[in-house]
């Protein structure tokens, strides 16, 4: 009966008790939703046009924040390094096709998965090489990026707000305006969408497969910029988030593996769910359930819908 | 020229269907084991046997275990190291708990509970597939992880955190712990994989064997002709937990001697789910192959700049070890996406008519 109470009953008492608590809590579990929905979206990006589940977007992202604080750190202005990561985000994404897509082309999906895992060894080797494993701090205020916090009285209390993570939800939430934008009204944005839907009819009407791939695979390094931007300057630098990385998977279930909106939705899901059940649930089976309680929401999810909140209906046929 | 069946007739059943119906291959196989049990222990110094050749047979068993879900049954699984820290766990827990039997009987009784776990968290593979299945393996990861380090039971309630392995012996001869041999440990290695991969050998020829891969190549269709998925696919869980199981108690056993938490990380499974795919799906021998090339090459790759006389510091290795393996890796990837064991299978298929090109 005690235990009855304690899982069902007291947490919800404590949520009504300390309503600031609970938005405060809403808002951390926000942000942290709103940045696995950006490295889900990179995932989405190359998944959609080249039906590759690549495994590196993880470490593209800690690529890409290293390239940047790196080349700061050598005496580059924060702007102009910016501009030269993005740079480099792009020979990647044209080393990437040529070196490992283009003679790989036409395998099963799970060798296309393995190889983004060699991938991923590899620029982990070479971010430690060139940039050293150490952790670095973001280059936040340098790139203009705003500092600090703001007090709100809410809800009979405080809520503290960071800036930074204000700002991350305006730069994440114009970014897939200005994606779904480019989805749907470019001519790539349609190439890519019919690459999408079938890579042989895509070819049949004159869309170059390289092309497109050297573009999703642009698009998802850029996303990865992004991401470990403000995820530098919420923490820092460091190989950690690789791993942080992998809960972008169960916001790509929640979500399905092909919906953008879906992306956004599972991470929201996902963020919040994770920080209101670590926070009100976790001390009643000792802390850090955070680590699983992702996927655990996820496994749940996919025994009554495993396509996905979003995704489109499996259809098997023998 | 040598290697072929020229003249080799079969006059039974049973030695058409044995597993190495060639007997230039039995004596292949023969030779190998000549050289793992006798010239290896008798020749091969402590570093060889201890940190070479033991961790080696240690992942390949647990390939195996892999191989046996993912190649065979083509249910995707990323919870490897989760299952292999249930085995080492509970084989800790048993061999405190009974002290009285022997260690060696617990290490495959491990296995059981393994499996155990395993079948629990196969359950969502009758509803989920591909790389959805993966996530939902994710969870039993990153979970099982969490209990390593937040159950205290797990670990008898000592202060580190971490299980210690202690010495017991087997007819007086210290087996586990800080007092055995390397070439004890190594030669009990070497005997259960032995065994278990014969055992493996001979199930996926079997009728459950048969299952699994009919279930692998179309799971309807599979249905459809009277194989019951439910049962089949939990039961390729329950056998490759207790592969993986077994691997892992051994690992702390009978290699670590101790372990943490830490060991039993998702790392860990990403490495075996490597050595499955580059070894090759559903093979064997590829299991050993892949163990081989990613656990011993980057061995290789540290020592050979030290040996050549190259002056660069150890963390310039590691990082040109990495960069090295990835590269291999999509390599691989691209001259055979099938893996080593299907360069193995050309090479046999050309040393056997070989000196005609055909």
């Known amino acids: 009966m005690d235990l009855l109470y304690k899982v069902f009953i007291d947490p919800f008492l404590q949520m009504g008790g300390a309503p600031d608590l609970l938005v405060q809590t809403l808002w951390d579990g926000l942000v942290s939703g709103i940045l696995y929905s950006l490295i889900a979206l990179g995932f989405v990006l190359i998944f959609k046009a080249s039906g590759v589940f690549n495994f590196a977007q993880g470490i593209m992202v800690v690529f890409a924040a290293l390239t940047l604080v790196g080349l700061y750190e050598h005496g580059v202005p924060a702007y102009l390094a910016l501009a030269i990561t993005v740079v480099v985000m792009l020979g990647l994404a044209f080393s990437v096709e040529r070196l490992m897509l283009r003679p790989l082309v036409n395998q099963p999906d799970i060798i296309l998965f393995m190889a983004t895992f060699g991938l991923t060894y590899f620029l982990i080797g070479l971010g430690e090489l060139v940039f050293g494993g150490d952790p670095k701090v973001m280059i936040a205020s340098e790139l203009g990026l705003p500092k600090g916090a703001i007090e709100v009285k809410m809800a009979g209390g405080f809520v503290s707000l960071q800036k930074i993570d204000i700002a991350a939800t305006v730069i994440a939430s114009v970014m897939v305006a200005s994606l779904a934008v480019f989805f749907q009204k470019t001519r790539i944005g349609r190439a890519l969408r019919a690459v999408a839907d079938s890579h042989k009819a895509a070819l049949s009407v004159g869309i170059s497969l390289e092309q497109i791939w050297v573009i999703v695979w642009f698009a998802a390094g850029v996303v990865a910029l992004a991401t470990g931007i403000m995820w530098g300057a919420r923490s820092e630098v460091s190989f950690a988030l690789q791993i942080i990385a992998l809960k972008a998977l169960p916001v790509l279930i929640l979500g399905g593996f092909t919906s953008i909106p879906g992306a956004i939705v599972g991470g929201l899901i996902i963020g919040i769910g994770e920080k209101i059940g670590e926070f009100y649930w976790g001390p009643l089976l000792g802390s850090g359930i955070e680590s699983w309680l992702a996927y655990m929401i996820a496994l749940v999810f996919l025994l009554f819908r495993p396509q996905g909140l979003f995704g489109e209906k499996i259809i098997e046929r023998i | ?358």
């Not at chain 2, 007997?23 to 196989?29: A, K």
């Not at chain 2, 046997?49 to 049954?73: C, D, E, H, R, W």
């Not at chain 2, 055995?180 to 190594?186: A, D, F, G, K, M």
């Not at chain 2, 050595?275 to 990613?294: E, N, P």
Request: proline share 4%.
């Open chain 2, 1 to 358: 020229m040598f290697y072929r069946e020229a003249g080799q007739f079969k006059t039974s059943y049973t030695a058409d269907m044995a597993v190495f119906p060639i007997l230039q291959d039995r004596i292949g196989i023969a030779v190998v084991l000549v050289i793992a049990a006798v010239i290896i222990p008798l020749f091969g110094n402590d570093f060889l046997l201890q940190a070479v050749m033991t961790p080696f047979l240690v992942f390949a068993l647990a390939s195996i275990g892999l191989n046996l879900l993912t190649g065979y049954t083509g249910l995707l699984s990323l919870g490897t190291a989760g299952f292999m820290g249930v085995g080492a766990y509970a084989c800790y827990k048993l061999t405190t708990a009974f002290p009285g039997v022997n260690v060696i009987i617990w290490i495959v009784a491990s296995g059981f509970v393994s499996a155990a776990v395993g079948v629990l968290f196969g359950l969502p593979s009758l509803r989920i597939k591909g790389f959805y299945l993966a996530v939902a393996t994710l969870a039993a990861q990153f979970f099982l992880s969490w209990c390593f380090i937040r159950v205290p039971w797990l670990f008898n309630y000592n202060v580190s955190g971490a299980i210690e392995v202690p010495t017991r012996t087997l007819f007086g001869v210290p087996v586990t712990g800080p007092n055995s041999l390397p070439v004890t440990r190594y030669l009990i290695v070497l005997a259960i994989v032995v065994v278990m991969t014969w055992l493996a050998s001979n199930l996926i020829r079997g009728r459950f064997g048969r299952m699994w891969m009919a279930v692998r190549d179309m799971d309807i269709a599979a249905e459809l002709i009277g194989i019951r998925l439910l049962h089949t696919k939990l039961l390729a869980f329950a056998v490759s937990s207790f592969y993986c199981g077994v691997a892992g108690a051994m690992m702390v056993f009978l290699w670590y001697g101790g372990a943490e938490a830490d060991v039993f990380n998702i790392n860990q499974s990403f490495t075996i789910l490597f050595m499955v795919i580059i070894g090759g799906l559903g093979s064997l021998i590829g299991s050993f192959f892949g163990a081989a090339l990613i656990y011993i090459l980057p061995i290789i790759l540290r020592i050979v700049p030290a040996e050549l006389g190259v002056p660069l510091h150890a963390a310039t290795v590691e990082h040109l070890t990495f960069i090295i393996v990835g590269a291999l890796i999509i390599g691989f990837l691209i001259i055979e996406p099938h893996g080593l064991a299907r360069l193995w299978q050309i090479g046999k298929q050309k040393l056997r008519v070989w000196p005609f090109p055909y």
